[in-house]
């Protein structure tokens, strides 16, 4: 097991009682949550204006991160001017790096069974000795497939395991994992379909301009429904009622 760190950060409490960590950069977020037994979750603009009581609690049992341009707005407003936005498809492969440079193992679970596969060889490659202490895809097809995955983490011990199934599911699942074993766990969306070459993410000057979610509308413009939320959010941001 990867040794202890300091863990005296503190997290930035909303009005709506959701916290959230202003890291200032990957390594800062990474300082502070190896060696703990946390659950590491996204936090952009979409979950902050429609967080319930059981989402906030997810998030606040876990290390809250500004995944998103909008939670970093936040955090800049209660003077935290430092935050940075961390894309979690992003931070996944930081933790990767910092955890193989150390000896530490991995599980990681999500998609379908030929994106998981096909994550399992690049990541071999691009980490050469990796420990993979297990994967498999995200279809749990019953609740005995459910305790069986549980019972496999809780044997092969990773330091770090990683779901890919999208929120609150992965959260959801990744609490029942952790009180089996400890771990560091990380939710990560569709983070696999991106790594292994599924899914395209917007090119480096939409991501450079916090535009990723402009991009990504006009890939699929079906998506503005859900992304009107936005137009309530920023409202509220203005009128610092967040």
């Not at 319930?52 to 876990?62: E, F, P, S, Y």
């Amino acid at each position: 097991m990867v040794g202890m760190k300091n863990t005296s950060y503190s997290p930035v409490i909303l009005r709506s009682g959701l916290q959230i960590y202003p890291f200032c950069s990957f390594d800062d977020l990474l300082d502070y949550a190896e060696g703990q037994s946390r659950i590491l979750v996204a936090v952009n603009a979409e979950k902050i204006i429609h967080a319930t009581d059981r989402t906030r609690n997810l998030i606040n049992r876990g290390i809250g991160y500004c995944d998103g341009t909008g939670a970093v707005k936040v955090m800049k407003q209660y003077g935290r001017r430092d935050a940075v936005k961390l894309p979690g498809c992003e931070l996944w492969l930081k933790v990767v790096e910092r955890y193989h440079r150390k000896g530490g193992s991995f599980y990681l679970v999500g998609s379908r069974q030929e994106v998981i596969e096909a994550v399992v060889i690049r990541l071999r490659q691009d980490y050469p000795g990796i420990c993979i202490a297990g994967y498999r895809n995200g279809y749990l097809g019953s609740e005995a497939e459910k305790q069986q995955l549980i019972d496999d983490i809780a044997e092969r011990r990773p330091d770090v395991v990683f779901v890919a199934m999208g929120s609150p599911k992965q959260e959801l699942l990744m609490e029942e994992m952790l009180q089996r074993h400890t771990a560091l766990y990380e939710g990560l969306g569709g983070s696999f379909d991106v790594y292994a070459g599924r899914v395209e993410r917007a090119p480096r000057w939409w991501l450079d301009h916090n535009l990723e979610f402009a991009y990504r509308l006009l890939r699929q413009p079906s998506r503005i429904t859900r992304q009107v939320f936005l137009f309530k959010f920023y409202l509220l941001l203005l009128l610092r009622r967040l």
